[in-house]
């Protein structure tokens, strides 16, 4: 009886915690929507954003959970990340983020691959991540599918909040991890193959006559749907060759298309822009290496310049670090040209628009998810600590890292 | 045949204008002084002349007329970084054919003209050390070097002894890097094994020569790994040993105390474990920052904290870039991290200068602001520990070697297209996969 008694406290308190109401003060609010509020506060209820404003026009209610620092953000949102398929220890057991046996697999699926227990999804979530767009890596033709999850959470439906896009790669690491295809050539043309082949499938799959429709291809279903833009090509191009070859796949095919990665973006920016193609940009401190290697930490300013829409990301890293946190990224490309408010805004409502999440998350607007960040500093500062995580507004880290 | 003279003549012309350069004295006033020799200096006056710094002090010093006068109101001048262990300048070291290679020297491999240079300085790095990798038990012996922009890894040392023999250290490590197929050990206490049966063999050799008693005839024949070895064992070369897990730490204090090499301990991953007993073994650590834990087993207890708690120990501590696993670029921002850690600033500063420069025995000529010493020096437009401070300028003996303010540098500063053809290499300590 008194066991039982125990559990039902604690099943209750672990009820209060997550239905805890939560006040942020800030001596600085970033929204995201408008300007930044002075000594501001936001109020968290059930899970959302209540109320923001000057701390000065309202009251925060008694049983309101308050944090405070010296800036407060929304929480920062990864636009591409392999955590959770790629682990801490970096071994083959660890690493699900890219299958080996074939360049062309579109149907591996994230969901089925998605570790939210993997250290590394708390290790960026205690630096304010609380949004992450992850899933298959760069590497393949076409590696699979990815997922936008909230790094918490004990299995991957309770982690996800959007099914992602497909990752497509072009680039001399895909000849280099694969026999087929050996060239980038051949790249292209077995890409296109396969295009055509779902062309054809979809045009039978609206036959009349059941019996010619085709059996099921789970290949061929997702490409389909690809082509009728139901699903969007998350695209790594680094080089300016690829990116312009992309850009004349999509042009072909038609499909939806996001450019990933665009290390020489700064050689085609008007092709890009005349494409309408959002970029979710490397991180700006991948190794100058491979395709990379003519990188340059001044390109997230110049697509800002040349009015294409981009967020930032950490991107995948076969060594050490593991992962890359893209608030550090950001803060980088803030010293290399972009404002202080447009790097903010490529790890927060810019990245949200662009991998389709911004309903939900990527600013401080009621209804919005409770999802918040409390630092002791301007948040790009090497010495600054983020002080307080809250996602779905429960406080998930008051420690500051 | 007209044409080569005169490029020769120009050739005369530019050094004979260097060394008047050289002569010049030069004045830079107005920035705020960290000179890691006491507390920082505002408004401060920086005099070098010949190569060499002659005076370090605030506004009321009194400066030569004649001299040139560089106005650095605002900025903030710090000693040149000394980065005790990078990959910069395309060498190598061992190859597969041993697991331990004390003959094997890096300065054979390097290129003078290698951009990763230029990535140095424009980090404000003015000495390195430069390692083979780590995926031996010792992959060679490391070279410290100016990155000078000269056309010989000659004119870029900064120490060579009196034999001629030693220009930097011996690069060693333990732990999973240098674990592998026969030659190789297979486990931790075979590389351990094989390393004490190499210091075995030069004590050995060592009295084998004591017992010539410089007799020509009685002396052992000459062997390079053994000469090498002896001047390990003789405290002449100091061991980098890259090591991250605190058991492989005490695995090397162990052997140090063993053979009594003189050793600086590198990466240090798990060091604020054993921070008591590095202290107590007067080793130095040098620390590699990396953005998150794992990676591979050994790096999995990362800390941010591991500076402050080695210093608190009363390590001597450092910070280095492993370039390229972390950028030259950046290095101030090691120590930043560091700073965030909770290192006290000062310390910060010092970890990226003097104390590199101590791990290197340099410190007599580099890695503080002091009359006589190497007029090495940066001129940052900030904080040094801001991310949004830059390298402005960066001195090696008394001339400017980057101008970020000049296009050709600023390249060099944030990449671009063509600015490093051959990328990094990241064979050095990672290894990689």
């Known amino acids: 009886m008194k066991r039982t008694i125990n559990v039902a406290i604690l099943v209750a308190s672990a009820y209060s915690l997550m239905t805890a109401q939560v006040a942020i003060k800030g001596a600085v609010v970033y929204t995201m929507a408008g300007a930044p509020n002075k000594d501001g506060v936001v109020l968290l209820k059930d899970g959302k954003v209540e109320r923001v404003g000057p701390a000065s026009s309202f009251t925060i209610p008694a049983n309101y959970k308050v944090l405070s620092g010296a800036v407060v953000t929304p929480g920062i949102v990864d636009a591409h990340s392999t955590v959770g398929l790629s682990g801490i220890l970096n071994i083959p057991a660890d690493q699900m983020q890219l299958e080996k046996s074939d360049a062309f697999q579109p ?89 055509i082949k779902a062309q054809d499938y979809t045009k039978k799959l609206f036959a009349k006559d059941p019996e010619k429709r085709p059996s099921r291809d789970l290949k061929m279903e997702l490409l389909s749907r690809i082509l009728a833009g139901e699903v969007r090509i998350l695209y790594t191009a680094q080089r300016a060759t690829e990116i312009m070859t992309v850009l004349r796949l999509q042009k072909e095919f038609g499909f939806k298309l996001v450019l990933d990665g665009a290390a020489e973006a700064y ?33 997230a300013a110049m697509l800002k310049a040349a009015g294409i829409p981009f967020a930032l990301q950490s991107g995948f890293e076969g060594y050490v670090p593991k992962t890359r946190v893209v608030l550090f990224e950001a803060a980088l490309a803030a010293a290399n040209g972009l404002s202080f408010d447009d790097a903010l805004a490529a790890i927060t409502i810019n990245a949200a628009r662009i991998i389709g999440v911004d309903n939900r998350v990527g600013s401080l607007e009621p209804g919005k998810d409770g999802d918040v960040v409390v630092f002791d500093g301007d948040p790009f500062e090497y010495t600054t600590h983020v002080c307080g995580v809250v996602i779905n507004g429960t406080v998930v880290s008051e420690k500051c890292h | 045949m007209t044409q080569r003279w005169s490029i020769a003549t120009a050739g005369i012309v530019c050094l004979a204008l260097e060394l008047f350069a050289q002569d010049q004295t030069t004045v830079v006033r107005g920035a705020r002084i960290y000179s890691a020799e006491g507390a920082p200096i505002e408004n401060g006056v920086l005099v070098v002349r010949g190569g060499t ?16 006068v560089i106005d650095a109101k605002g900025k903030v001048i710090i000693p040149g970084l000394v980065d005790t262990h990078s990959h910069v300048g395309g060498g190598s070291g061992g190859d597969r054919s041993s697991a331990l290679h004390p003959d094997v020297r890096i300065l054979d491999g390097i290129n003078p003209l290698d951009e990763s240079f230029k990535k140095a300085l424009a980090g404000g790095i003015t000495t390195v050390n430069i390692m083979p990798g780590s995926g031996h038990l010792m992959s060679g012996q490391t070279v410290y070097v100016k990155p000078r922009p000269v056309r010989t890894v000659e004119e870029m040392l900064v120490y060579v002894d009196a034999d001629r023999t030693i220009y930097g250290g011996m690069k060693m490590a333990n732990g999973t890097n ?19 049966q190499l210091f075995v063999k030069a004590l050995d050799y060592k009295s084998k020569i004591e017992a010539a008693k410089g007799i020509a005839d009685k002396m052992p024949k000459r062997d390079l790994e053994m000469e090498a070895m002896l001047q390990i064992l003789d405290g002449k070369r100091i061991v980098h040993h890259h090591t991250h897990r605190a058991d ?186």
């Not at chain 2, 240098?178 to 004490?196: C, N, Q, Y």
Request: hydrophobic share 40%; with cysteine.
């Open chain 2, 53 to 68: 710094i002659v005076a370090v002090g605030d506004a009321g010093m009194s400066v030569p007329s004649d001299a040139t």
């Open chain 1, 267 to 299: 050689l085609v920016l008007d092709e890009i822009k005349k494409a309408g193609v959002p970029v979710i940009l490397h991180p700006t401190m991948v190794r100058p290496n491979g395709d990379t290697r003519n990188v340059s930490m001044e390109t």
């Open chain 2, 178 to 196: 240098s674990i592998g197929e026969k030659p190789f050990p297979g486990t931790r206490a075979k590389s351990a094994a094989l390393v004490r």
């Open chain 2, 248 to 433: 492989d730490i005490i695995t090397v204090l162990r052997l140090q105390k063993e053979f009594g090499f003189r050793v600086v301990l590198h990466h240090v991953t798990e060091a604020y474990l054993v921070a008591k007993e590095i202290a107590e073994a007067k080793a130095p650590c040098s620390i590699i920052v990396i953005d998150s834990p794992g990676g591979k087993q050994e790096a999995l207890n990362l800390s941010y904290e591991n500076g402050a708690a080695l210093v608190r120990a009363g390590v001597l501590t450092g910070f280095h870039t492993d370039d390229g696993i972390t950028d030259s670029r950046l290095f101030l921002r090691s120590a930043a991290f560091g700073v965030r850690g909770g290192l006290a600033r000062e310390e910060a500063i010092k970890a990226l200068t003097i104390n590199g420069a101590q791990m290197l025995d340099l410190a007599d000529r580099v890695g503080s602001l002091k009359p006589a010493k190497d007029a090495d020096f940066v001129i940052l437009s900030g904080d040094p520990f801001s991310v949004y401070t830059h390298v402005e300028q960066t001195w090696i003996d008394g001339r400017k070697v980057l101008d970020r303010s000049n296009a050709e540098d600023h390249k060099f500063a944030v990449g671009g297209y063509g600015v490093f053809p051959d990328g990094v290499t990241l064979d050095a300590c990672g290894g990689g996969e």
């Open chain 1, 107 to 195: 149907e591996l699926r994230a969901i089925d691959a998605y570790n939210p227990r993997e250290p590394l999804v708390e290790f960026v979530r205690n630096l304010g991540i609380t949004t992450l767009h992850t899933g298959h890596a760069p590497g393949a033709l076409a590696s699979g599918t990815t997922i936008v999850v909230k790094p918490i959470g004990g299995t991957v439906q309770e982690a996800m909040i959007d099914p992602g896009m497909v990752a497509f790669t072009l680039g001399s690491n895909v000849q280099s991890t694969y026999k087929n295809p050996g060239t980038s050539g051949k790249a292209v043309a077995t890409l296109r193959g396969e295009f």
